[in-house]
């Protein structure tokens, strides 16, 4: 069984930078697709970032640029920077995990089994 455990949010200022992580614990394997998903209330989930076990990472646009997504297979732990933060980056941020399927993207449109209780980022 796999568990996701997230941390690092909290409060933050606009214009600052902030870095989540996520231990991961279980039976998991280095080359599982792992992602950072958010989710605001009244908005609908939104895939923020992917990593697969190659290194290949993917940006959502609404991150792009200005975030950093790393995983480190040793300490099992899964990180996210997002910096020059903005309140728009206000939301309970989640990260996931699932096996990588050959032919399937590690991209945040691809089914994940297993998720995190999520972190709230507040930004003002």
């Known amino acids: 069984h796999v568990q996701l455990v997230e941390s690092g949010g909290g409060s933050a200022q606009a214009g600052g930078s902030l870095r989540l992580s996520c231990s991961v614990t279980g039976s998991t394997r280095s080359t599982y697709c792992m992602g950072w998903f958010r989710q605001t209330p009244g908005k609908g989930r939104e895939g923020v970032a992917t990593?697969?076990?190659?290194?290949?990472?993917f940006y959502a646009d609404l991150v792009r640029g200005r975030s950093t997504i790393a995983r480190d297979n040793t300490e099992n732990t899964l990180y996210l920077k997002i910096d020059s933060l903005q309140a728009e980056d206000s939301a309970m941020y989640y990260c996931?995990?699932?096996?990588?399927?050959?032919?399937?993207?590690?991209?945040?449109?691809?089914?994940?089994?297993?998720w995190g209780q999520g972190t709230q980022v507040t930004v003002s």
């Open positions: 990593i697969i076990g190659s290194g290949i990472k």
């Open positions: 996931a995990a699932r096996p990588a399927v050959y032919g399937v993207g590690c991209l945040p449109t691809s089914d994940f089994d297993y």
